[in-house]
């Protein structure tokens, strides 16, 4: 199996410099996996129904997020609560929130640049004036009414 390292005694180390195995500072600190107190994970079935109550307390409000997609709402902001909500008990959710996470920190420095700022500055110029001058064509060619009649009903 490769491992990408190129001799013996080589020691990993990830993008942000630390080693595996380093205690992370934050919301990482704790690791993966169940944040029920203690009392709940000694006992089997506890656990269980804790797991279950965690899940379609989640569930309900990523289907409430979902719902405001096309509605009125912040959806995607409860969206991700919900997955906040599952990721203190299972793992999935977490290795999820801390992808979104990664993403969402590339996204924001990549729209810092200040190249790529001016890019859309600029496309946003340019689709702006594309659609006032088709507002302006239609207006000069159907002029100011309304396609309904709003005096006949």
Do not use: C
Not at 4 to 33: I, M, Y
Not at 35 to 60: C, D, N, T, Y
């Amino acid at each position: 199996m490769n491992t990408g390292s190129d001799g013996p005694g080589e020691v990993v180390v990830s993008a942000d410099g630390e080693k595996p195995g380093e205690a992370r500072t934050g919301e990482d600190e704790r690791g993966l996996g169940s944040r029920a107190p203690e009392f709940i994970k000694s006992r089997r079935m506890l656990h269980l129904s804790w797991q279950v109550g965690v899940f379609v307390i989640g569930l309900a409000v990523v289907a409430a997020g979902i719902v405001m997609l096309p509605l009125p709402g912040p959806g995607w902001v409860v969206i991700f609560g919900g997955m906040a909500i599952w990721a203190t008990e299972f793992v999935w959710a977490q290795l999820v929130l801390r992808w979104t996470k990664r993403k969402v920190t590339e996204a924001a420095q990549k729209a810092l640049d200040p190249k790529v700022r001016r890019r859309n500055i600029i496309l946003t110029s340019v689709g702006l004036v594309i659609v006032a001058a088709l507002v302006g064509f239609y207006v000069w060619k159907f002029g100011f009414v309304m396609p309904w009649k709003i005096k006949d009903q």
